[in-house]
């Protein structure tokens, strides 16, 4: 199930990017604390670089929701490092690239805790 909802994050429609974004959330605010589903927040870091607009701009929006979800202390601090740099990274990206700035700058108020 994990799978078919991450697969759904590249849809072309903003609307369900979204709302799977906060499904992913929800579920990262029960797993992650559990140290479960370890690889969600390094695959979505990782996806925010993508070259697919669809698939960077549904990570950016779903680390927005996982930060505001989680406590700081809910995530190691490599992953808050992770998090940070993807956002960071995307704020100063391409000047063409507006739209991932913008949802990196959304996000990052939620972020600025984790960062030490």
Not at 10 to 16: F, G, I, N, R, T
Not at 35 to 47: A, F, Q, R, V, Y
Not at 86 to 108: C, F, H, Q, R, V
Request: hydrophobic share 45%.
């Amino acid at each position: 199930m994990k799978v078919a909802i991450l697969a759904t994050l590249a849809s072309p429609k903003s609307l369900v990017r979204r709302q799977i974004a906060q499904i992913l959330s929800a579920i990262a605010s029960i797993e992650v604390p559990r140290k479960e589903w370890g690889d969600l927040i390094p695959s979505l870091c990782t996806n925010a670089k993508n070259n697919e607009l669809n698939i960077r701009l549904a990570s950016l929006t779903t680390l927005g929701y996982i930060c505001d979800e989680l406590d700081t202390k809910d995530i190691e601090d490599p992953l808050k490092n992770q998090i940070i740099g993807a956002l960071i990274e995307n704020i100063s990206a391409a000047p063409d690239a507006l739209e991932p700035t913008k949802l990196a700058i959304k996000a990052l108020p939620n972020a600025i805790p984790y960062a030490n």
